[in-house]
C-alpha cells in the first residue's frame, strides 16, 4: 500500500497552480552527450531519451517539480530551467526516493 502518492500529488499541485508560470526546461543539443543520466535520475519521468538522436528530450516539463536533480547530474551541463524560483536547491536521487517510500 502506497502511503503517498507523488503522480497524484503533482497532478492535484497543477490544478492549483494553474496560470502560474512554472518551469521551462530547455536543453542544449549540441552539448548533450546522450549519456542519459537525467533520464535515469528525474523522479518524475520528465525527459526520454531520443533513439534517433542520441539526446535527452523533455516529454513531460509539467511534471517537473524543480528539484534539479537533472541539472547537478548533467555531466556536460545542458539544461537550462526558466522560471524556477527556488529558495534551496535540492536534489532527489531515485534511489533514496525508493528506499524512503518503503520506509513511509
Known amino acids: 500500500m502506497e502511503l503517498f502518492n507523488t503522480t497524484k500529488f503533482f497532478h492535484n499541485l ?4 494553474r496560470g502560474v508560470d512554472m518551469v521551462e526546461i530547455e536543453i542544449d543539443e549540441n552539448a548533450c552527450v546522450g549519456c542519459g543520466s537525467c533520464v535515469d535520475d528525474c523522479p518524475n519521468d520528465v525527459y526520454e531519451m531520443d533513439e534517433s538522436k542520441n ?7 509539467e511534471d517537473c517539480m524543480a528539484c534539479l536533480s537533472c541539472h547537478e547530474i548533467c555531466p556536460a551541463e545542458a ?26
Open 14 to 17: 497543477k490544478k492549483v497552480l
Open 79 to 104: 539544461m537550462e530551467h526558466k522560471n524556477i524560483h527556488v529558495a534551496k536547491r535540492l536534489y532527489i536521487d531515485r534511489k533514496v526516493n525508493d528506499i524512503i517510500k518503503k520506509i513511509i
Open 55 to 61: 539526446k535527452t528530450k523533455v516529454v513531460n516539463a
